[in-house]
């Protein structure tokens, strides 16, 4: 089937943003992208002088399928995703069980084309069971689809195994997707350790626990010449590791999640346990960073960071509570609003941490751009409208955010994931 979108300002490399321009899809691919395009078979998707991106692609999402799909399943993943501009998610491997074989793999790439609207792909565990003790067979994964090697929201503490999967990894030139937390030092705190901490009388996690991980992990990459990815970055500390190592030539790539360059520890007063998140929200100054971080290119991608949990499990004393945070529908509406229309950065840079890079990071080849021959993963966005964000709404079972209340811009209007319209 044909669609031809018209009247959008399409962020492409092949069109002038500040332009209304045309993209034509046939079947599951970009046909054409320009001006005064006509086509008589073709479905007309009026854009409205809204803007047009690439399909968002998050780098970071929990799905909680296999075993625990009365949390979040495939589905309805899906559709908060679409709803939130992604059309590609991939998802972490921590799962139960955990993603540290090819069957699995294959369960959930075959479960993702059934139940998914949108492209789902999966990491593979780089140890058995995630347990970070042994080496998972990550060949065999790679070979049935994984799309990168990671332990989920744990960390390899071993440093001898932590470097010898970043041997085994440039076998297949595979990104190694590190969550990087010194449980020495982070211990049983349950929040960022510091004034917030000690005024509510809460263990903390020091800022030292990701950095330690993150220096370990960056010397074992430049020592290996392996593909580094850090997930989710947080402190100030992390930001400024990578860039001096980017600097060095280090193979090395990072992402963040719109609550931590929007929100700070200050959103844990009275004991909300709706801001418990793993990293925790960081200082005023660690925003700051994260925030310099992405304008000046050290922080390549902006993921959501979708952690759902029951609600009940987030409506328990704070110590007890579970951690997580339902992050579809709001990643590009807090992303736009603190980074773009700040003026900090551009819609086109927007769309690159959100679509170019990720694909880029991640190999895929026919995503994260909109130009002729690209897969058909199109997002509309209206900007134009403010709205406090309600979670009670959302798509995702998940329904609670910190980011409750907030007044934000942006909101997708009409997704399209290869070819097909999905929201």
């Not at 559709?79 to 998802?91: D, H, L, Y």
């Not at 060095?248 to 004991?271: D, Q």
Request: aromatic share 6%; glycine share 10%.
């Amino acid at each position: 089937m044909k669609r031809l979108i018209k009247n959008g300002y399409v962020i492409s490399p092949e069109t002038d943003i500040n332009r209304p321009a045309d993209i034509l899809i046939d079947g599951g691919r970009i046909a054409a992208v320009g001006y005064g395009i006509e086509d008589k078979e073709a479905e007309i998707i009026d854009a409205g002088g809204k803007y047009v991106f690439p399909g968002f692609i998050d780098m970071h999402c929990k799905i909680c399928d296999p075993g625990h799909e009365s949390i979040e399943d495939i589905e309805t993943a899906s559709m908060s995703a679409a709803r939130g501009g992604f059309t590609t998610i991939v998802c972490i491997p921590d799962t139960e069980p955990a993603v540290d074989n090819k069957t699995v793999v294959e369960y959930i790439i075959r479960k993702g084309k059934e139940h998914s609207c949108v492209n789902l792909l999966p990491y593979g565990s780089m140890t058995v069971g995630c347990r970070g003790e042994r080496a998972s067979e990550m060949g065999e994964m790679i070979r049935a689809g994984a799309v990168g090697i990671a332990d989920g929201d744990l960390t390899v503490e071993n440093a001898d195994l932590m470097r010898n999967i970043f041997i085994y990894s440039k076998m297949f030139d595979s990104p190694v997707i590190t969550h990087c937390e010194d449980r020495g030092l982070s211990g049983k705190g349950v929040m960022n350790e510091g004034r917030v901490s000690t005024a509510l009388g809460l263990k903390g996690m020091p800022w030292e626990a990701e950095d330690v991980i993150v220096a370990r992990n960056i010397v074992l990459a430049e020592s290996t010449g392996a593909r580094l990815h850090i997930a989710h970055v947080s402190t100030a500390g992390a930001v400024r590791q990578i860039r001096d190592a980017k600097k060095r030539g280090v193979k090395i790539t990072c992402e963040t999640c719109p609550h931590y360059f929007t929100l700070t520890e200050e959103a844990a007063m009275n004991y909300n346990t709706y801001a418990k998140v793993i990293p925790p929200l960081r200082t005023k100054s660690d925003t700051e960073a994260i925030i310099e971080g992405i304008c000046d290119g050290t922080i390549d991608a902006i993921a959501s960071g979708h952690s759902p949990t029951r609600i009940e499990f987030k409506q328990r004393e704070f110590d007890v509570a579970a951690y997580g945070i339902s992050a579809f529908e709001t990643a590009f509406s807090l992303s736009y609003t603190a980074l773009v229309k700040s003026g900090k950065i551009s819609m086109r840079q927007l769309a690159e941490k959100m679509s170019k890079n990720p694909a880029e990071i991640l190999r895929f080849k026919n995503k994260g751009e909109i130009k002729a021959g690209m897969d058909a993963d199109i997002v509309i966005m209206e900007t134009d409208n403010e709205y406090v964000i309600e979670p009670s709404k959302f798509y995702s079972k998940a329904k609670f955010t910190p980011a409750k209340g907030m007044k934000v811009f942006g909101s997708a209007v009409h997704c399209i994931a290869g070819g097909n319209s999905v929201f």
